[in-house]
Structures are given as C-alpha cells and as structure tokens.
C-alpha cells in the first residue's frame, strides 16, 4: 500500500491485488524510530495518527526480568538537540486503523484495489510477464512488486532466490485487553537466568485504551507444551501469569483466544530484477523483536518506489540500480536478524553480561545504525558499499563475541 501511493502520486497507474486487509487479524506494531518520517512521507504525520488514536507515543522501551529488575532503553536527549536534531519520538500503531487510513490515501491518488489472489507469476527469463490470479485474472504490465509477505514471498518462489534463515522456527500468541490508562513506551517480560533460548512477553498499546500482550517462543517449546496437553489459550494465560502485571487483566478476561502465527526469520538475496523488486517481508522478514519490520516495509517500498519513477521511461531498471538496491536491503535485515539472535535469543552472550546488558549491546548499534541510514540515504554504489561495509563489521563482532562468550561457558544448556 505504501508503495502504491509514493508511485500514484507521481502520475502512475496503480493495481494493488490483495485481500481486504480489514479481514486480516493485524498484529499492532511496536515501531522503530525511523517510522514516523516514513509515515509522514505518505501523509501520516506522527501528530495526525495521535489525534486520530491510530497511535500512541513510544518514547522508550522497557525490559522487565522475572526478579523484578529491569531497565529502560531511552535515546539520550543530547540526540534531540542541535546539531543532530533527532526526534527523539517514535510510535505504536493499531494496523487495522492505519491500514484503513493507508488505503484512503491510495485510493484517493487512484490507486485501484483488485480483492484476489496470486497464484502463478509468468515469467520470461528473469523478466516478469504475468500475474495470474485465483479469479482467473491475467495481471500483464511492465513493472511489479511483490509484498506478499514472508509466508507467500511469490517472487522468491518463482527465481528460486537465496535465502539466509536465522534462528529457530517461532511461535507468537497474542490478544488485546482494555486497560483505562497506557504507558507512553513498550515494555517487553522475560524470564531471569532462564537458560537456552529467550521467550518474551511483548505489551503495546497500540491505541487510548487497548494493549496488545504477545508471547514468543521457539517452534520446538511450543510443540513440547502442546504435547503435554495444554491449549493455546492454557499456555498463553500461565506464560502471562509469571507477571504480576497480567494478573488483573487475565482475571478481568474470562475467555481469551489467542491469535496464532509462526514464522522464521530470513533474508533473501537479489531482491530486484529487469522489471520487479520485492519489498517488506516478502523480501526479508525481521525479528519481532527488533521493531524493524515496519520501519523495512515502509523504506523497501519508498525506495523500489523511487527506482520504478526514476526509471520509468526505460525498458528494464538499470542493473547497477537493482543491485544496489538489494545490497541495501539484505545488509540491513542481516545485520538486524544477526545481532537479534546473537546477542539475545541465543544464550552465551546473555548469560555472560546478563539479559539487561545484553538489550543495551543490540540496542545502541541497532538504533545508531537505522538513524546513520535514515540521515545518509545511502542510494549510489559508493554510499551503498560503505554502509553495506559499516553493517558487516558489526556483525563480524556480533559473531566474535558470540564465540568468545561460548568458549568461555562451554557448560550452558542449547535452547
Ligand atoms: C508476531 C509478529 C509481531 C510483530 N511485531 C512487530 C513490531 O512490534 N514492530 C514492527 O515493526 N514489526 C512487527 N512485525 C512485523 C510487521 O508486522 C511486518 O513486517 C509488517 O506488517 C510488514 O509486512 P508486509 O506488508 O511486508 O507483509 P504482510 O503484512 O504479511 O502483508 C502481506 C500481504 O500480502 C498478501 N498476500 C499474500 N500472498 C498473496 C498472494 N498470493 N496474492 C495477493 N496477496 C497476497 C497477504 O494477505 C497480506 O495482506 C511483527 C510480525 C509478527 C509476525
């Protein structure tokens, strides 16, 4: 949708072939701090979406352990001032009032909306011909996008494009409660000292008066707890319970019945062909964890966007163009994924410096590199190659820390 509306603003003519998103059981983000300008580039001002209640303010982000000890992730307010001038302000979203407030922008620059489904792309070489849809449409046009998602990634299918998974498979149980009063941040509930893999409580108060409450965990653990004969409301209430917090919204809630998905965190490579790019999770999918998926959906978008217009008038997107693209959006997922899992999923660096100074050792880079790229805007080869070099050293020490760290604590249990 958003990259519908950058491309029908500037005088092309837009077919977005999709579900009616208003069926869809939308998650309610947590946003990283590189959204608000992305939102107000497609006219949703952060003020806008406040007063509209489609948003509240998230002004930090807070870990809270079992123990009851817990730490607050705020930008310095250094950082607010000049010469750097960030804003120092980001946002929670509830989807289902965006994505309506989304599709109005669209349809008000002509976007037409077609209520189907993709079932088969024809290609021509590594050229795009066709989408053919299950209504039996045949969709030909000389440009295309996939954003289908990380479940469907059609394009990916089609080329039979690399991909890098990172971590175990996940599972997230999520619900909504009311509460009278929400906090101006997201805070996020784990376990102290529990070994292997992290599970986390995820709160967002994705409007005035609702929170969203998810719990993650890995395929593996899900599939045990199911096994022993616990349903998933069963197991999403006794995950919830180990936090004080919970207990009067559970009480309050008599029945609750979590939605449910799955997913594995990946990146794919060559992500941009003659006449097609992907974009948001179609492209790579990032841990929820992170805050990034809808931060990379609205800049993939703005970006394959301004390749489509720029280069509108020739036959096929320069190959130069397409790959730069795809460096830029497979190092940054990369670079998120990987640090992720490294540093707090995975436990020898959590154990070793504890899960409190672990979130501050992904934090501080993750933050300082999504605000580097949003002021830089690494477009050329040069800017590209340099950012694309500044995200792999990180991860090289991502990866060295992390070997250091379980060579020193060869005894811990693997989740
Ligand atoms: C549990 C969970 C929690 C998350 N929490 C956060 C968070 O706190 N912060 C954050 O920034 N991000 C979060 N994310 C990620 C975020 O929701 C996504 O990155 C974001 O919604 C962008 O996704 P997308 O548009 O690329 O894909 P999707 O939202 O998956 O949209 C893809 C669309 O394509 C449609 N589609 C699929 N196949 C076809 C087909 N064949 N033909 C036509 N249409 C098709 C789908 O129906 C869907 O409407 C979370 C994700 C999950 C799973």
Avoid at 14 to 29: F, H, K, M, Q, T
Avoid at 37 to 59: C, H, N, S, V, W
Avoid at 346 to 351: A, G, L
């Amino acid at each position: 949708m958003a990259a519908s509306i950058h491309l029908a603003r500037a005088g092309l003519e837009v077919l977005c072939i999709g579900p009616d998103l208003s069926e869809i059981p939308a998650v309610g983000e947590s946003l990283d701090w590189s959204s608000p300008a992305l939102l107000e580039a497609l006219g949703l001002p952060m003020e806008q979406l406040i007063a509209d209640d489609i948003a509240t303010y998230k002004k930090h982000v807070t870990l809270k352990l079992s123990d009851g000890s817990a730490r607050h992730y705020v930008p310095s307010a250094w950082l607010g001032r000049p010469p750097f001038n960030l804003e120092l302000r980001t946002l929670h979203v509830d989807r289902v009032r965006l994505n309506e407030a989304l599709r109005q922008i669209a349809m008000g620059y002509g976007v037409r909306h077609l209520h189907d489904k993709v079932v088969d792309v024809e290609i021509e070489g590594r050229k795009v011909i066709a989408a053919n849809t299950a209504a039996g449409n045949r969709i030909a046009c000389s440009r295309f996008i996939d954003a289908s998602g990380s479940s469907a990634s059609l394009f990916s299918r089609t080329f039979q494009l690399p991909v890098y998974e990172y971590g175990p498979k996940k599972v997230s149980l999520w619900s909504y409660f009311k509460v009278r009063e929400s906090v101006e941040g997201t805070t996020l509930y784990a376990q102290a000292g529990k070994p292997g893999f992290m599970e986390w409580i995820w709160e967002i108060p994705i409007n005035s008066d609702t929170i969203s409450v998810g719990y993650v965990t890995s395929g593996d653990e899900m599939k045990a707890k199911r096994q022993q004969g616990r349903s998933v409301e069963d197991i999403y209430r006794e995950e919830l319970e180990r936090f004080p917090r919970f207990g009067e919204l559970l009480q309050e809630a008599e029945t609750l019945s979590p939605f449910v998905t799955s997913f594995r965190c990946s990146v794919h490579g060559n992500v941009a062909g003659p006449n097609w790019l992907m974009v948001g999770e179609s492209a790579s999918m990032v841990d929820p964890m992170t805050s990034n998926g809808v931060t990379a959906a609205l800049r993939h978008a703005s970006e394959a966007a301004a390749l489509l217009i720029r280069y509108r008038d020739r036959e096929r997107l320069p190959p130069l163009a397409t790959a730069m693209y795809s460096k830029r959006m497979e190092g940054l997922a990369k670079f998120f994924n990987c640090g992720i899992e490294r540093v707090v999923y995975d436990w020898p660096i959590r154990r070793r410096i504890g899960a409190l100074t672990a979130g501050d050792v992904y934090t501080i880079p993750a933050w300082s590199l999504n605000t580097v790229y949003a002021r830089m805007r690494p477009r050329g080869v040069f800017t590209t190659l340099l950012f694309a070099g500044l995200l792999n050293l990180c991860r090289v020490a991502a990866f060295v820390f992390h070997r250091f760290c379980k060579e020193e604590e060869p005894c811990e249990v693997q989740g």
